[in-house]
């Protein structure tokens, strides 16, 4: 039986797990995935929701080639399909986190600063429901980076002022901090605040509140020979609980405490429905000392992004 949770203080039921859809068209546009691998795991994951649960789905205005909204082009594609699946979904879309003067078609006209202005928030809710079609419209409009041109409180005004016309039901945020989080959460309730968690990334900020990933730093040669010691470590913990290494990571995720919701990315059936079911593994106070001992032991070499690139431009923990 899945697993299930209330999200935040909503009376939405969703599972344990969330399918995150980044990777199904942030990819090569050369070897892009076929409509009907794409709409098979999606659907796996929503048919395994029992009676009343929605599957909530992350998207981003962004995830396609060059920042282009192929992601949500597909989502489009896959509810006109299934228009019945539409409310069987709670959708969480991101919109282009790094914009200022301008947007053409997934190309930033103008610097790279987050941009939190009421012209700009409207563009993005209008562009993205609209490239959703119509059948399906977005649940939560979550903020991708904490605004550099205006307030946080004036930026959560706008986003107020928006969900009161319909545009979406809930405000999420991402890379906050938790001082930011507390500043939003005065002006209006957020239902989910979107950061890195795992096994590679557990950061001290964290506890408060083709493939791309090889041109990331952790995951150059040298770097990703010494972190692979650690998933070795914890292959053999996972053999030991009859799970897979991604499994256990997955369990380790929702170990962090109730309210922390698991979001893996796939674009393959049988991995959707694995990181599902790692929703229903329990880990006893013996198996979280023994992953804690190999964190410890094996910490991670290479930063979340490219190590020669200046982080304070990716305005993370806003």
Known sequence: MVKTMKLGSTD???GRVVHGLMMMTWRDPNFPLPD???????????????????????????YGPNGSSANLE?????????????????????????????????????????????ENLRRSVMFI??????IKKMDLFESARIPQNVSLEDMMKTLVELKKEGHFQYIGLSECSASSLRKAHAVHPITIVEIEVNSWSYEEE????GDMRRSLSRFEEENFKHNMALVDSVK????????????????????RGPHVVPMPGSSNKKRNLENIAAGDIVLNQADLAEIDEVLAKTPIKGGRYT????????????
């Open 129 to 134: 429901n609209e490239k959703l079609g119509g």
């Open 307 to 318: 190590d020669s690139q200046d982080t304070t431009k990716l305005h993370l923990w806003g």
């Open 206 to 209: 964290t506890k408060k509140a």
């Open 36 to 62: 009907e691998e794409a709409f098979a795991t999606i659907k796996s994951g929503i048919d395994a929701m029992p009676a009343g649960v929605k599957m909530m789905l992350n998207s981003g205005e962004f």
């Open 12 to 14: 939405v039921t969703i």
């Open 236 to 255: 053999v913990i996972a053999d030991k609980k009859g799970v897979t290494p991604a499994q256990l990571a997955i369990a380790w995720v929702i170990s």
């Open 74 to 118: 597909l989502l489009a594609r896959f509810f006109k399909k299934y228009p019945d699946y539409a409310s069987k979904t709670f959708l969480s879309v991101k919109p282009y986190p790094m914009l200022s003067a301008g947007w053409q078609g997934g190309n930033v006209a103008g610097g790279m600063t987050p941009d939190g202005s009421p």
